[in-house]
C-alpha cells in the first residue's frame, strides 16, 4: 500500500508522476531525450541499461518494466534476462557489455566507475556521448528507484500489464498521454 494517496489505477512511477505533475514534467522530459532521443544506442540498449540498474537496485516494478520495454524494442525476451544475470556472458555487443558495466558501477556508487572501465568501453568503440549518457541513465534510474520504492507504490504481479506497459513505451515513449491515464482505470491491476 501506498504512502501517500495514489490513483489505484497507476501503479509505480505512473502514480508518482501524475501525483505531482509539475515535478514530473522535466523527469519526463529527460527520460524521454535519454531514451528515445538521438543516440547511437538503440532505444532496446538504452532500455537494457534501465533494466540492469532497476534489476541491481532491486525495484520490481521498474525491473519488470523496463525488461518489458527492452522486450519489446529488441523483439525477443532472452537478452534482457541474461544481461540481469551475467554481463559478460550476455548475447550484447562488447560494447553494450563495457557500458552495462559502467552502468552497474554507477548504481553502486558515482565513485565505482573507474578509469579502467572507461578505457575498456571506448577500446570497444564506445563514444564519449555514450559514456555520458549511460552513466546519466543509470544514475536517473537509482533516482527512479528509489522514488518508486521510497513511497511504496503498488507493483503489479501480472505480466499482461507490463507487457502492455512495454508496448506504450514503445509507442508513447516517456511523454505524458495527452487523454491522460483515465482509459487504464477499467483494466484490473494486480
Known sequence: ?????????LPGITGLLEYRQDSAAPIRELTQILLRGPSTLTEGERELIATVVSSRNQCKFCTAAHTAAANVLLGEMSTSEKVKEDISTSPVSNKMKALLIIAAQVQESGKNVTLQSIQKAKEEGATDIEIHDTV????LFCLYNRYVDGLA???PTQPEFYNNLGNRLKEHGYNRLKSGYDHLKNQTVK
Open 153 to 155: 507504490t503498488v507493483t
Open 1 to 9: 500500500m501506498p504512502y501517500i494517496p495514489l490513483e489505484d489505477h
Open 136 to 139: 546519466l541513465i543509470a544514475a
